[in-house]
Antibody, heavy 123, light 111 residues
Framework: EVSLLESGGGLVQPGGSLRLSCAAS????????MTWVRQAPGKGLERVST????????FYADSVKGRFTISRDNSKNTLYLQMSSLRVEDTALYYC????????????????WGQGTMVTVSS | QSALTQPPSASGSLGQSVTVSCTGT?????????VSWYQQHPGRAPKLMIY???ERPSGVPDRFSGSKSGNTASLTVSGLQAEDEADYYC???????????FGGGTKLTVL
């Protein structure tokens, strides 16, 4: 079964750091673009960061650029999000999501999502 | 403020149809046929319902359909069922710099 499992969330003070992990199983992890998407309480979805299958190419939302770093370890089938200089507005449920590919072509959509890990930034 | 604009709420009666709109710009929805729609029930992760404007992943009922005209995409749910009550989010590819952008979500109520 294809699945994603996030971990690493928690309560952190403003200015602090946290590293999120996303363990993938059931698919050839290294072949897929992976993305972190967050959802603030009662709010909509926001793409945070995206990384190519090999890890060489990354994208960041302007709101986290320079503070967050996405990475992956394909030998461990794991995606990471290193978050630093955290702000109150970073408080959200963080999902990892797998790119949807059909017949070898990306569909610029996300077909598999984890259940999310909650990050709360508060003093 | 979300990149794509959706109405905050929509409603329809059991068995009826409802359409949810998603308005973007010529840099996202208007430029690419990579519009997706996600369904999210409370406390659950989003679920992909429509991709590439009007395509349905395996397992998604054909009651769900999508379309696009210019900078606006639409999701139509026909034959509304109680389980369709959820939040719906649109997204669009927006080029190599912005990658994918989302709408603010629409809460669909089944009356």
């Amino acid at each position: 079964e294809v699945s994603l499992l996030e971990s690493g969330g928690g309560l952190v003070q403003p200015g602090g750091s946290l590293r999120l992990s996303c363990a993938a199983s059931g698919f050839n992890f290294r072949s897929y673009v992976m993305t972190w998407v967050r959802q603030a309480p009662g709010k909509g979805l926001e793409r945070v960061s995206t990384i190519s299958g090999g890890g060489a190419t990354t994208f960041y939302a302007d709101s986290v650029k320079g503070r967050f770093t996405i990475s992956r370890d394909n030998s461990k089938n794991t995606l990471y999000l290193q978050m630093s200089s955290l702000r109150v507005e970073d408080t959200a449920l963080y999902y990892c999501a797998k790119e949807y590919v059909v017949m070898g072509a990306t569909r610029r959509a996300f077909d598999i999502w984890g259940q999310g890990t909650m990050v709360t930034v508060s003093s | 403020q979300s990149a794509l604009t959706q109405p905050p709420s929509a409603s329809g009666s059991l068995g009826q149809s409802v359409t949810v709109s998603c308005t973007g710009t010529s840099s996202d929805i208007g430029a690419y046929n990579y519009v997706s729609w996600y369904q999210q029930h409370p406390g659950r992760a989003p679920k992909l319902m429509i991709y590439e404007v009007s395509e349905r992943p395996s397992g998604v009922p054909d009651r769900f359909s999508g379309s696009k005209s210019g900078n606006t995409a639409s999701l139509t749910v026909s034959g509304l069922q109680a389980e369709d009550e959820a939040d719906y989010y649109c997204s669009s590819y927006a080029g190599s710099n912005n990658y994918v952008v989302f709408g603010g979500g629409t809460k669909l109520t089944v009356l």
